[in-house]
């Protein structure tokens, strides 16, 4: 008997041996493994501290005994040998035992391995009990079965072995069967045997090997052997059963080249891909992966299967792979991580990593396989480059909704809301209830989107409103963007407030200019009339010896000049007007634009009170300085057409010097500026007037003007509840 060392870690291993291992002192259990514990029908309390001879059949529980005594006096007994066993139940098992001794805690312990060969008995019995029927019914069955001789020759064969070998019967039966094997096949058949002698054992299962057809072929099998014993309990031959696998090792076979084709494929192909093993380290990896990190095969494999990553991509993937192990899932997708190259560079990729599994279900380890998008996050950072500094506004939406999903910063400008608000809304949210033709924005908008959805690409005019509720003319241009899943438009939207504003103004030149020639006409029509009166007048006044007559010609020779000068002024308005800023006596200016608008019919009983300081000179536009008078004082007689009766109507200039700076003031008597119109007095196209009455760009391009010259153009509430609208002008440097 030998005396063997229990290695650290026996008893983990029992616990998953599926064959009964067990541990006795004297006769006395210590241990059972669970395979152990169901062999026997008991629970492990019902065997531990009992002893090992009451689970052993009465007949040869008293011979248990002794050998177990035997063992404890370090006496020779048998290391292998056959017993039967009882369970509770009284069903009876046969066990084939392997014996080895272990020091344990200074006492000498049994270490029993068993296996169940209650069926290769019940076997034996049967076939001793029924031999001849056996092998009647065995002989025609479809089964490859031979029966031979204590020598190996063989006795019997069955229909279906010749079927499959090709062989007659009388061409097989006294042969010896490892005629009909390979060279491989008849060793390892020897071996198996020489094992089954040396053990005691009375069956030999499922040994792989080569039968040799007749004509030539070779047929997978898997044999198992069972010993013949005669009456006395000696061998007396042997019984094998062979099972046909050629179809399954050629299954198996194909199934090898092919995870074989695949592998070299995956390593060839143009896909990052590394094969990791339970151990974590980098087993496989793919030229691909190879190549675009920098790094050469030996320089990789072997090595941590995380030591390209950064280590938040570390972290990432670690709590990626815990997650995996407690929802056991087979597979972590989609997972962003950063790849340091060798160079240092580091790679933007999305990874996919596929759990391995073995025969036994257990894994084995992870197929990894990355896509680089480093070329696509620098294509979206490109398009969000191009996008966010276009000089258009620039807006995606969805087409089925209306909403707003992305935009530039231009349309935070635009709409005077941040990014985050923006997306908030929709179309409907950032335009008036109708659009200029009168269309439902709504509605209107709808059928753009769809338009461009289905691949048009509209292009048309639109009204937005800014947050503060002003009124934004834009040019739309619409086109379909691609989006899996989703209808996205993109809009590329330009403010045409200032081109609205020239064309108008372009307008209003057009109608001046119409006007001026009119009006050049009418005086040179006029002026040879009133030069004629004029002269007859005088000529009749010094005629006249009459003081009436003589001072009523007087009051017609005073008018005649006050006509004739209206006629130099419209005339000299009339006249082509250079924009260029010279020298200019703006006392003058004011003057002479005052007294054009005093012939408007909506200057009718306003009085207007001047009250201009002694200034010099200013650096301006007389026919620029000349449109905003007007237009102020214009829209002050506007303003005070709607006072009551009791209300006079006084529109007060005045000039003061401010530094190196000339303040012009209009203040008039009519209602003021509602607050809720402040904010947007100087936009582009808006107003409170009457529908016809204005177009709103008056004060926007009196704005302008202003600010070209470098000043301001503001507004005040005036101390007596009217309007007042002041602006600045640079005065000529003085020495």
Known sequence: MRSIRVEEGFLSLAETVSSLIALIQGDTVT???????????????????????????????????????????????????????????????????????????????????????????????????????????????????????????????????????????????????????????????????????????????????????????????????????????????????????????????????????????????????????????????????????????????????????????????????????????????????????????????????????????????????????????????????????????????????????????????????????????????TSPLQQAGGRESGEFAAEMLRRAADGETPIFEWIHLRSDGAEVPCRIHLSRLPAAGRRLVRATITDISREKQLQEQLRHQEKMAAIGLLAAGVAHEIGNPLQALSMAAQSLERKSSDAYARQKLRLIGEHIDRISAIVRRMNHLARPQSAARTRLPLNPTIESALEVARFDRRAKDVAIELDLADLPDVIASEHEVTQVCLNLALNAFDAMSANPPSRERVLAVGTRREGDRARIVFADTGPGVAPEHRSRLFSAFFTTKAAGKGTGLGLSVSQRIVEEHGGRLVYEDDPGGGARFSFDLPLEATP
Not at 126 to 138: V, Y
Not at 339 to 358: P, Q
Not at 370 to 387: G, Q
């Open 31 to 429: 241990y059972v493994n669970p395979a152990g514990c169901a062999t026997l029908g008991r629970q492990r309390e019902e065997l531990i501290g009992r002893p090992f001879s009451e689970v052993v059949h009465p007949e040869s529980r008293d011979a248990a005994r002794e050998r177990a005594h035997a063992r404890q006096r370090g006496e020779p007994t048998p290391m292998r040998f056959v017993e039967r066993l009882v369970r509770p139940d009284g069903s009876e098992i046969w066990m084939d035992y392997s014996v080895d001794l272990a020091e344990l805690g200074g006492q000498v312990t049994t270490i029993v391995t068993g296996h169940d060969i209650t069926a290769a008995k019940r076997l034996e019995a049967e076939l001793r009990a029924s031999e001849a029927r056996l092998r009647g019914l065995s002989m025609q069955a479809p089964m490859m079965m031979v029966a031979f001789e204590i020598d190996g020759s063989i006795r019997d064969v069955s229909n279906h072995w010749l079927q499959k070998t090709g062989y007659a019967r009388h061409e097989v039966v006294g042969r010896q069967g490892y005629d009909f094997v390979t060279a491989e096949s008849r060793a390892a058949l020897e071996r198996a045997f020489a094992e089954l002698a040396r053990s005691g054992g009375s069956a030999v299962r499922d040994v792989p090997h080569q039968l040799i057809a007749k004509d030539g072929r070779l047929i997978d099998v898997l044999v198992t052997s069972v010993i013949e014993f005669d009456e006395r309990g000696q061998p007396c031959g042997a019984i094998a059963v062979a099972h046909d696998v050629s179809e399954l090792n050629r299954a198996w076979e194909a199934l090898r080249r092919s995870e074989e084709r695949f592998r070299r494929l995956s390593l060839q192909a143009p896909v990052m891909m590394l094969g990791i093993g339970v151990d974590r380290r980098i087993r496989e990896v793919s030229n691909d992966w190879l190549r675009r990190m920098g790094y050469a095969r030996e320089e990789v494999v072997g090595r941590e299967g995380d030591f390209f990553l950064t280590e938040a991509s570390r972290r990432r993937m670690a709590a990626a792979f815990e997650r995996r192990r407690l929802t056991n899932a087979e597979a972590i997708r989609a997972i962003p991580l950063q790849a340091i190259r060798k160079d240092g560079s580091v790679m933007d990729v999305v990874a996919t990593s596929v759990v391995e599994f073995g025969d036994d279900g257990q894994p084995t380890g992870v197929i990894a396989v990355a896509l680089d998008v480093s070329a696509l996050h620098e294509s979206e950072a490109r398009y969000r480059a191009l996008v966010e500094h276009a000089p258009e506004v620039i807006i995606v939406a969805d087409a089925d909704t209306g909403r707003f999903v992305d935009c530039n910063g231009n349309a935070h400008a635009l709409f005077g809301l941040d990014r985050d608000a923006l997306l908030a809304r929709d179309v409907a949210a």
